[in-house]
T-cell receptor, first 116, second 112 residues
Framework: GAVVSQHPSWVICKSGTSVKIECRSL??????MFWYRQFPKQSLMLMAT?????????EQGVEKDKFLINHASLTLSTLTVTSAHPEDSSFYIC????????????FGPGTRLTVT | GENVEQHPSTLSVQEGDSAVIKCTYS??????FPWYKQELGKGPQLIID?????GEKKDQRIAVTLNKTAKHFSLHITETQPEDSAVYFC???????????FGDGTTLTVKP
């Protein structure tokens, strides 16, 4: 149980375009999902907390107009990187919190974004 | 807010030896302490966790200990195998914070 999927697993896009990444909890309901960014050999950097049916809460320094987050259902959250630039290239990982066990987070496999 | 420090940043052991990774936290309200294993190019995987009402938890070759007074917790891996090689992250959270704070990670290398 507690499986989280992400799609796509990797994506290459050109500068100026937008990219959408999906995060799904496959076998449980997740009222809260988190989006992280990870640079090589570094820890997880929390970008935003996404709650079903409400606006996401962004961490300081994260541009909410650039990283659009939508959490439309209890099993799906999306991250859209708008007007992507090469510096947005990174490994993006989502996690979902098990509704009944409030602290526990389960991570997706990550999405490698490369902006050319 | 919460601050989590993790040591060491890198750890190399011989196959069959034990490995210990330590974390300290600052917020006494933290009550949930998970450990994650991340292999190259993959997302972190929860391997074991402990809550503040327990001092130790074991699952086969891995165990976690928690000292609430000293605000530190440790991951112990016994009889290490090459497939244990990965980056390990500790984290701390509490119900009110709404999010977890992660350590910087430990790169464990198990030499065959």
């Amino acid at each position: 149980g507690a499986v989280v999927s992400q799609h796509p697993s990797w994506v290459i896009c050109k500068s100026g375009t937008s990219v959408k990444i999906e995060c799904r909890s496959l076998d449980f309901q997740a009222t809260t999902m988190f989006w992280y960014r990870q640079f090589p050999k570094q820890s997880l950097m929390l970008m935003a907390t996404s709650n079903e049916g409400s606006k996401a809460t962004y961490e300081q320094g994260v541009e909410k107009d650039k990283f659009l987050i939508n959490h439309a259902s209890l099993t799906l959250s999306t991250l859209t990187v708008t007007s992507a630039h090469p510096e947005d290239s990174s490994f993006y990982i989502c996690s979902a919190r098990v509704q009944e066990r409030i602290n526990e987070q389960y991570f997706g496999p990550g999405t490698r974004l490369t902006v050319t | 807010g919460e601050n989590v420090e993790q040591h060491p940043s890198t750890l190399s052991v011989q196959e069959g030896d034990s490995a210990v990774i330590k974390c300290t936290y600052s917020d006494s309200a933290s009550n949930y302490f998970p450990w994650y294993k991340q292999e190259l190019g993959k997302g972190p995987q929860l391997i074991i966790d402990i809550r503040s009402n327990v001092g130790e938890k074991k699952d086969q070759r891995i165990a976690v200990t928690l000292n609430k007074t000293a605000k530190h917790f440790s991951l112990h891996i016994t009889e290490t195998q090459p497939e244990d090689s990965a980056v390990y992250f500790c984290a701390a959270s509490n119900r009110n914070a709404g999010k977890s704070t992660f350590g910087d990670g430990t790169t464990l290398t198990v030499k065959p």
